[in-house]
């Protein structure tokens, strides 16, 4: 039983105002039905004003992340039904302004502008227009997805691509997925309501169970509008009136053809960079992607790697640098880079110890102190002398403990790490002092 | 008769018009009237394209730059038929 | 009027005393001619008394303009003469009431007019129906009756109306006063109610053409609120004027006789356009489509009237039913239907290639001649309620539809008999009123 899915994603742009009017786009922050005015509420004699050009170029950046061919014009469209989320009684939607693009093996079939609507609750009726006309833009693949995890692995390298654009918006309700699945040769399935990208697993999980179970069964079902449930992670029927619109889509006469830049500069995206890194800093695969998990660390590591050894700057980053950010729950922020280099040239020089390395970097993202400032201020700096002659020194100036070590004498190791310990005032790294004599002996 | 009954029920359910018997009745001989009348239109073989912008060719596009029409946001509120808290009360549909 | 406006200029006039004299009028003869929906005379007596002792007078100083009540004013309730709106305040102005207010118009109320312009005499309004000035058993010609009546009878200046297939044009022959509907995107919509959004302008009535190149003047122009406006060049000279066979088809004897009387110098050659021949159904089926539309945002949630208590469906049925006029249902139904899934090939999709096919037949002509000449109206006023039946009514716009379909210039000026329509290319505003001037003596 081959499963077929295709997905339909919309995402919020990031910007300022509104698409067709200059309300604010804060709706998460602002007060109920105060971002708005004549023109996204749709008041008798209200039209819309010129496109936002922000909006515009976003979804262009966008288009060409997903590698659509981009087309040099788009109209808008009047799609029209009624609901009290929709002050116009239509939506303006644009035509493709890309097609034919690609990701994770999957055919963008194609992209397109179009207005949020407002946010109508069905259990209390209550109904605010902040949201309504929010530029989104909408990603339509065509049904090539195979499973569940396929379609996470898609939509995480999505989020990924999206994240190093910043042309989107990323707070919880900013995407929406529209999911349809069907079993080959059996009705299709569409899934309404995923307000976000994890729950599309969910949803689509429960729906091939749910229908692969009806086949087994020899239930019969025809093709239908599910609605998701967040919480109870189900899908369930909605009434059939909804499924069967005729949305009389129509070109606006009140916008006029807007015309597209197709020539846009996106950054490096983040398969590309990965298999460069890869290759460039040889790093493992599993490195590469944690480290361009976002673009900011990734930059981050580049600028360092330039003058530190990549490989040791890797385990920093995957180790402690990821620990530390994961556990506060934020993202890599730039004002670390310095800090960091700092700590990589002077664990690189042996002048601190992993231990403290880790306590400067926790000051630099918490405190805000300067890595060197908050070393010397704690002593953490080590000794200014090579260690590695120091120990040379040592062996060779302690001849018959090296030698009862050699016979496996465990108190002579320790004597010779007692000796070294004294001579850098025990600031040196123990673990450090102990590989190192086992390679020179 | 190119208008039939079942047609008139779909499409003043679809334009949200509620129609009484009466109504439904002379409506229907009304549009199909009208239609007829104007009906010599689908005789035309026309090969030319379909013209929809009459004024602007090309749309201008504006900065993204946010106002506050905190005045007119008000009056938006007040002008609601039902109102809660700033929400305008829409029927619920669950 | 323009007497007047020179008087106000000067000072020997002042804008209260102005206001007054129209006062004067509209106690005479309002109460016969019903042309207002709402006056406010408190409202306009102080911004007079305001004016009066103004020293730097705009261009409008002290000029009383009436308002079709299809343009937003605020402060002023807008009712498109429908019940749907029979209590609503916008909340903004139209664009073109701004310029009006910050040129020191004086604005006295809001005009009677075909609910939501759906008519070619203003009888279809919900509240009342108005008379012609000239002869009170007779309609004042519509969809803009009320305005073309107000400017007849002397109760204003100036008036505002607008003109989708002939609501300026044919009330000012009516009324047998001057109409101007400029070019398709010379005056913003921003605060018209639309009827069809690629066909509706906003025009002027005066008692000469000085008043409307005045106003014209004062509220045309590009406006980032309707992006449709734009400012096209003037077109060159051909010193050739044609008069179009097709025009006199079925129109009144006494009436063709005034037009070629009128026109006798010029020395118009005769030519003939015959795709004018379905202009009408063209105009019509695309009136529909549009129509319905922009329909779609009355639904007694966000403003106007209530429906009765329910659910969605029989909440926004029951406000729609209850409020709309017949005409006004028979067009959302028509364009509902003709737009459909089933039937927009046949229908709309044809009706838009009707649409070019005119124009461009049309535009080709204006190529080799400056104007084109005809009568405005087939027929003089009829009496109040003598065209009941739809397609009669639709019949009577033949002359004035071809100009909207494609996007021209009109002015109709008023003779012994009828009325005589210049037309000119789109862009051409401002040297049709120069050559109406002309023909004004």
Known sequence: ?441 | MEIDKQTMKRISETSRIKLSEKEEETLTKDLNNILSFFSEIKKLELDKGEEYYIGRKKSKQRKDEPENRKEESEEIVKAFNSEEDRYLLAPKSL | ?441
Request: charged letters at 30%; hydrophobic letters at 35%.
């Open chain 1, 1 to 441: 039983m081959k499963t077929i899915i295709g997905l339909e994603i919309h995402v919020q742009l990031r910007t300022e105002s509104k698409l067709f009017c200059n309300c604010k786009t804060n709706y998460l922050k602002a007060q109920t039905n105060e971002n708005t005015c004549v023109v996204c509420t749709a008041h008798p004699g209200s039209k819309p004003y010129f496109i936002n050009e922000k909006a515009i170029k976003n979804a262009v950046k966008i288009a060409a992340a997903l590698n659509c061919e981009i087309n040099e014009e788009i109209i808008m469209q009047r799609k029209h039904y009624f609901y009290p989320d929709l002050p116009n009684g239509f939506q303006r939607t644009s035509k493709p302004l890309g097609v034919n693009g690609t990701l994770e093996g999957v055919t963008i079939r194609e992209v397109h502008v179009e207005e949020d609507p407002g946010r109508y609750d069905l259990k209390t009726g209550k109904t605010d227009y902040n949201r309504c006309g929010i530029p989104l833009i909408e990603i339509v693949t065509e049904p090539e997805i195979k499973d569940s995890e396929h379609a996470k692995k898609f939509l995480e390298e999505l989020q990924l691509i999206l994240a190093y654009l910043e042309v989107s918006r990323e707070e919880p309700g900013s995407s929406r997925v529209d999911a349809n699945l069907s079993i080959e040769g059996h009705p299709r399935i569409e899934v309404k309501n995923i307000n976000s990208f994890k729950g599309v697993y969910t949803a689509l999980e429960y729906e091939e169970r749910r229908q692969k179970k009806l086949i087994q069964e020899n239930t019969p079902y025809g093709q239908e509008t599910r609605h998701f449930d967040e919480e109870k992670g189900t899908t369930t029927s909605m009434r059939k009136k909804e499924t069967l619109e005729d949305y009389r889509y129509s070109p606006d006469p009140d916008v006029p053809p807007i015309a597209i830049e197709k020539n846009t500069e996106i950054p490096e995206l983040p398969k590309p960079k990965r298999e460069r890194m890869e290759k460039q800093y040889a790093l493992t695969k599993e490195d590469a992607e944690t480290i361009t998990s976002e673009k900011k660390m990734a930059d981050a590591f580049e600028k360092i790697a330039g003058h530190s050894n990549a490989k040791e700057l890797a385990k920093l980053f995957k180790g402690i640098l990821k620990k530390q950010l994961n556990y506060r729950g934020i993202k890599y922020q730039e004002k670390l880079t310095p800090e960091i280099e700092w700590i990589a040239k002077n664990l690189e020089q042996n002048k601190i110890t992993e231990k403290s390395a880790e306590a400067i970097l926790i000051e630099a993202i918490d405190g805000g102190k300067s890595a060197e400032n908050y070393a010397k201020e704690q002593n953490l700096l080590g000794v200014e002398t090579n260690i590695q002659g120091l120990i040379e020194k040592t062996i060779k100036e302690n001849p018959k403990a090296v030698e009862d070590y050699k016979k496996g004498e465990e108190k002579a190791l320790n004597y010779l790490i007692g000796k070294i310990m004294k001579e850098t005032k025990g600031k040196a790294d123990k673990k450090t002092i102990l590989k190192t004599l086992e390679e020179k002996i």
């Open chain 3, 1 to 441: 009027m323009k007497e007047t406006h020179e008087k106000l200029q000067k000072g020997i006039l002042k804008p209260s005393e102005n206001l007054e004299l129209k006062i004067k009028k509209i106690e005479e003869n309002e109460g016969k001619i019903h042309a207002f929906i709402n006056i406010y005379l408190e409202e306009a007596r102080k911004r007079a008394e305001e004016l009066d002792k103004k020293e730097k007078k705009g261009k409008l100083y002290g000029l009383v303009i009436a308002v079709k009540d299809n343009i937003a004013v605020k402060g002023m309730k807008m009712t498109c003469a429908s019940k749907m709106l029979e209590n609503y305040l916008p909340p903004y102005n139209a664009s073109v009431i701004e310029k009006i207010i910050e040129e020191d118009g004086i604005i006295i109320g809001k005009t009677n007019m075909d609910e939501f312009a759906c008519g070619s005499d203003t009888t279809h309004s919900a509240f009342q129906t108005t008379r012609n000035p000239t002869d009170l058993n007779k309609v004042p010609g519509g969809s803009s009756g009320g305005s073309a009546a107000a400017v007849k009878a002397g109760f204003c200046d100036l008036a505002l109306g607008s003109d989708t297939g002939g609501s300026i044009r044919c009330p000012a022959s009516f009324c047998k006063t001057f109409g101007f509907k400029p070019s398709y995107g010379s005056i913003s919509r921003y605060g018209l109610a639309d009827m069809a959004m690629s066909l509706d302008q906003i025009g002027v009535f005066s008692e000469d053409v000085y008043g409307i190149q005045l106003l014209f003047n004062i509220i045309k122009g590009d406006d980032a609120r309707d992006a449709v406006t734009t400012t096209q060049k003037q077109s060159t000279t051909k010193n050739k004027v044609a008069i179009v066979k097709e025009f006199f088809e079925n129109c009144d004897k006494k009436i063709e006789e005034s037009v070629r009387e009128k026109i006798k110098k010029l020395n118009a050659e005769e030519i003939s356009i015959p795709s004018l021949k379905y202009a009408l159904p063209t105009y019509y089926l695309l009136v529909y489509s549009e129509f319905a539309s922009t329909m779609q945002k009355y639904d007694g949630l966000k403003y106007g009237s209530k429906g009765k208590p329910g659910d969605l469906t029989e909440t926004v049925s029951s406000a729609r039913s209850e409020n709309f006029g017949l005409e006004v249902k028979r067009r959302i139904l028509l364009g509902t239907y003709i737009t459909s899934k089933d039937y927009r090939e046949a229908w709309y999709v044809t009706t838009l290639k009707a649409r070019s096919a005119i124009k461009s037949e049309i535009e080709e002509k204006l190529k080799e001649y400056d104007y084109l000449l005809g009568p405005t109206m087939p027929m003089e006023a009829w009496n109040i309620g003598e065209k009941g039946e739809p397609t009669q009514m639709y019949a009577a716009d033949i002359l004035t539809v071809p100009i909207n379909i494609a996007g021209l210039s009109a002015i109709s000026i008023p003779l012994k008999n009828g009325g005589l329509q210049v037309i000119a290319s789109q862009g051409d505003d401002d040297k049709l009123l120069k050559f109406a001037e002309g023909l004004e003596k």
